[in-house]
């Protein structure tokens, strides 16, 4: 495992002709997503993510946010080597903590080559780690373990719903075109239970936390820089994702997203739906990289003031998986009133995305 070194794996991702005999299966119309099977590793397809973020509050009543997200690529090197070392599967980890009385996010990371029982991603049920960072699961539970430079988690997320499928039953259209597409499906409303230490201090946390699951084969539609995206996990026990993909101009290239109220309902947003309009910006005092950090969200007839918890979320991964992002911890209000709470994701405001 490394942190912040992955020149290693840039050289072998820079092989040539790496992908010549690597066939890559699409996402396609048919395929009925089966749990707990769906909720671990699809390791034919060239990439794919658990992404986990949520609010905790300990016993005085204060709010941080935090985010855990594996990557797993298939980077089509070396497969038919009997070497034990060959990068069949790169896995990639980042965490944060978002913290406003710090003011800026808390960060850490890790990288490595599948392999040896130090990093994996199993098949049938979630299972993923890199050294002591995990997420595993186990009935309608998860585990998340962090033992980052700067603080440790140690959570467990109990699901209080079933999988809220994404897209047309979990294909998830991304672009015009039909392999524009991932299989996508999300966990909202899970209860968590756990510590959170920060420079010896270890507190218990509660609090509530959304679990995203996907996978492709495709990178972004061809004119797409990167998107916005949001999961929101409502007081009363509803939930609502959406996100826009947008070009050079700012404009929509392609938008969806889907909203389950408390009562188990579901309904699937169309592009013409969703709308993200930008109340204020930041610019990043390191990167310089001007960031939407405050929207009102259109999604059908819900409208939504999306407020950050503190400005500065900007997430510098160009050691993990090469790009500088703003992901933050998010409160949504309806008529003044705080309603829900989530993460914003946004990416490409830099320089144009690439996975």
């Given at each position: 495992?490394?942190?912040?070194?992955?020149?290693?794996?840039?050289?072998?991702?820079?092989?040539?002709?790496?992908?010549a005999?690597?066939?890559?299966p699409d996402?396609?119309?048919?395929?009925?997503?089966?749990?707990?099977?769906?909720?671990?590793?699809?390791?034919?397809?060239r990439n794919?993510?658990?992404?986990?973020?949520?609010?905790?509050?300990?016993?005085?009543?204060?709010?941080?946010?935090?985010?855990?997200?594996?990557?797993?690529?298939?980077?089509?090197?070396?497969?038919?080597?009997?070497?034990?070392?060959?990068?069949?599967?790169?896995?990639?980890?980042?965490?944060?903590?978002?913290?406003?009385?710090?003011?800026?996010?808390?960060?850490?990371?890790?990288?490595?080559?599948?392999?040896?029982?130090?990093?994996?991603?199993?098949?049938?049920h979630a299972?993923?780690?890199?050294?002591?960072?995990?997420?595993?699961?186990?009935d309608?539970a998860?585990?998340?373990?962090?033992?980052?430079?700067?603080?440790?988690?140690?959570?467990?997320?109990?699901?209080?719903?079933?999988?809220?499928?994404?897209?047309?039953?979990?294909?998830?259209?991304?672009g015009?075109?039909p392999?524009?597409?991932?299989?996508?499906?999300s966990?909202?409303?899970?209860?968590?239970?756990?510590?959170?230490?920060?420079?010896?201090?270890?507190?218990?946390?509660?609090?509530?936390?959304?679990?995203?699951?996907?996978?492709?084969?495709?990178?972004?539609?061809?004119g797409?820089?990167?998107?916005?995206?949001?999961?929101?996990?409502?007081?009363?026990?509803?939930?609502?994702?959406?996100?826009?993909?947008?070009?050079?101009a700012?404009?929509?290239?392609?938008?969806?997203?889907t909203?389950?109220?408390?009562?188990?309902n579901?309904?699937?947003?169309?592009?013409?739906?969703?709308?993200?309009?930008?109340?204020?910006?930041?610019?990043?005092?390191?990167?310089?990289?001007?960031?939407?950090?405050?929207?009102?969200?259109?999604?059908?007839?819900?409208?939504?003031?999306?407020?950050?918890?503190?400005?500065?979320?900007?997430?510098?991964?160009?050691?993990?998986?090469?790009?500088?992002?703003w992901?933050?911890?998010?409160?949504?209000?309806?008529?003044?009133?705080?309603?829900?709470?989530?993460y914003?994701?946004?990416?490409?405001?830099?320089?144009?995305?690439?996975?």
């Amino acid at each position: 495992m490394k942190r912040r070194s992955f020149l290693a794996l840039g050289a072998a991702l820079a092989l040539p002709d790496v992908h010549a005999d690597v066939a890559y299966p699409d996402a396609v119309p048919g395929v009925a997503l089966a749990f707990p099977r769906d909720d671990g590793a699809h390791a034919e397809f060239r990439n794919e993510w658990w992404y986990v973020t949520g609010w905790l509050r300990d016993a005085e009543d204060r709010d941080v946010g935090f985010q855990l997200t594996f990557f797993r690529n298939r980077p089509g090197v070396a497969e038919a080597s009997a070497s034990a070392f060959a990068p069949r599967q790169l896995l990639f980890a980042h965490a944060a903590i978002a913290d406003a009385s710090v003011g800026h996010l808390v960060v850490d990371e890790l990288a490595a080559r599948e392999g040896f029982g130090l990093a994996y991603a199993h098949t049938g049920h979630a299972d993923v780690a890199i050294g002591r960072w995990s997420l595993a699961q186990r009935d309608d539970a998860f585990t998340a373990s962090v033992h980052a430079r700067e603080f440790a988690l140690a959570l467990t997320l109990v699901a209080t719903q079933p999988p809220l499928l994404q897209g047309e039953r979990g294909l998830s259209r991304k672009g015009p075109q039909p392999t524009d597409a991932s299989y996508y499906y999300s966990r909202p409303q899970l209860r968590i239970r756990g510590t959170l230490a920060r420079g010896g201090d270890v507190r218990d946390v509660t609090g509530v936390a959304w679990l995203d699951h996907e996978w492709s084969s495709r990178y972004l539609a061809r004119g797409a820089v990167g998107w916005d995206w949001t999961g929101l996990d409502f007081d009363d026990g509803a939930s609502l994702m959406a996100f826009r993909i947008r070009d050079r101009a700012g404009d929509t290239v392609w938008a969806g997203g889907t909203y389950r109220d408390a009562a188990g309902n579901a309904r699937t947003f169309a592009p013409d739906e969703i709308a993200f309009v930008a109340q204020r910006r930041w610019r990043s005092p390191r990167t310089q990289i001007d960031y939407p950090v405050a929207f009102t969200l259109r999604a059908g007839a819900l409208s939504l003031a999306l407020e950050p918890l503190m400005p500065d979320q900007e997430l510098d991964a160009r050691g993990a998986i090469g790009v500088v992002y703003w992901e933050g911890a998010t409160r949504a209000s309806s008529d003044g009133r705080v309603v829900a709470r989530g993460y914003v994701e946004l990416t490409g405001y830099g320089e144009p995305l690439r996975i």
